[in-house]
């Protein structure tokens, strides 16, 4: 007999914060778009049968964050998504967070929720509960689409992840787990949309359920860091380097001010151009050596690593000042960047340096001594 015994539900939260998945057809003049609902219900009505299949095991609370194309999300939002992360977990008890969110940016957000909330100190985590995020390709209306299938997984992942003390941030697409720091957006149209191309996935979603590899992820531990560290700093510019681009264009962004670092996606393992006309060497030690200016260098391609070790022009690039990235992606690259500036962890090339080559939320291969 089981009378008398109480078994309390997991408490929750289930954020919308925009994307494909909630919109809604639109006719813009002689074409049919997708655009955010003007009714939010629209969307919590449509999740409802999927929350409904938890309901004897999860006490899921349905709330709005925005409901903006994720092409438009900035550093403002994730700060945003952080703060209420961190009242729900500090203030209100819940166990689990569960993210709606559009596929151009998710694995900037996730990147950022991660080292946001695992904080500032390598090694220790101030997050003590499973935060997991998807999207879809199509909206959760559509019939035939991925929104319902990758909803309803969203919550079985968090619940595994109960289940097995995990304390991380994860994005769950298609039958993938991955780490947030680690994932990429690979297809604009394949449901298998997202990947891990540097780092295994942690885990896998089959018929007989989703199952995490705990090697992979961090865990609920007592040894937290002291608090988060929700801060992104401004100036940080990009550039995808082509054969024949000039040096002094990249130059002119560091001497016109403003710029705080620069990021450079190589050709490779982080190999520039060496020679000629062309060659990036001098604005590489000049922005080090004269303006302080950190250069990062990574990788364009996926699942590359910048090791800046197998080739001269990837050498003489470190040797002038450049940073080297590992096997960063570039977006979790372009966000530690921002983050780092943002929260006051570097002050000099040479901290960045160190900062590079350190993990802080599993999103590099640790180097000893940056090398």
């Known amino acids: 007999m089981n009378e008398g015994i109480f078994i309390a539900k997991k408490k929750i939260l289930f954020l919308y914060n925009g994307g494909t998945i909630g919109q809604v057809p639109e006719k813009k003049g002689d074409e049919i778009v997708l655009v955010p609902p003007k009714d939010f219900k629209v969307f919590e009505d449509a999740c409802r049968p999927v929350l409904e299949k938890f309901v004897g095991r999860l006490d899921i609370k349905f709330e709005i964050v925005t409901a903006k194309d994720s092409t438009n999300m900035t550093p403002n939002d994730w700060e945003k998504l952080i703060f209420r992360i961190k009242k729900a977990q500090d203030e209100e008890g819940y166990e689990a967070v ?9 694995s900037y957000t996730a990147t950022a929720l991660a080292y946001a909330l695992n904080g500032r100190e390598p090694g220790k985590s101030w997050l003590k509960i499973p935060v997991s995020i998807t999207g879809s390709q199509t909206p959760i209306y559509q019939e035939g689409g991925d929104g319902r299938f990758n909803l309803e997984n969203l919550f079985r992942v968090l619940e595994e992840g ?4 995990a304390a991380d941030v994860f994005i769950n697409f298609w039958d993938r787990v991955l780490l947030g720091c680690r994932a990429l957006k690979r297809s604009e149209k394949d449901f298998d ?5 540097a780092f295994p996935n942690v885990g896998v ?27 992104f700093g401004r100036g940080v510019v990009s550039f995808e380097l082509a ?3 000039e040096p002094s264009l990249l130059l002119g962004f560091i001497t016109g001010g403003g710029v705080s670092a620069m990021i450079l996606k190589s050709l490779g393992e982080g190999n520039v151009c060496n020679e000629g006309e062309f060659s990036l060497i001098p604005t590489i030690k000049q922005a080090a050596s004269e303006y302080m200016t950190p250069l990062f260098i990574t990788t364009k391609f996926t699942g ?5 070790m197998h080739y001269e022009t990837g050498f003489e690039a470190v040797k002038a000042g450049a940073i080297p990235c590992y096997d960063h992606t570039d977006v979790a690259v372009d966000v530690k ?15 960045f340096r160190k900062a590079m080559a350190t993990s802080y939320a599993g999103e590099v291969t640790e180097q000893a001594n940056g090398k």
């Open 337 to 351: 960047v921002r983050w780092l500036i943002g929260n006051g962890i570097c002050s000099t090339i040479e901290d």
């Open 193 to 197: 949309a997202f990947n891990s191309p």
């Open 162 to 165: 109960l289940k097995v003390g």
């Open 205 to 231: 979603i089959d018929a007989s359920g989703v199952h995490l590899n705990m090697a992979l992820i961090k865990k609920k531990s007592p040894s937290t860091g002291a608090s988060i560290a929700p801060k």
């Open 304 to 308: 590359g690593n910048a090791m800046s």
């Open 98 to 106: 569960g993210i709606a969110h559009g596929t151009d940016t998710m």
């Open 243 to 245: 054969p024949g681009i």
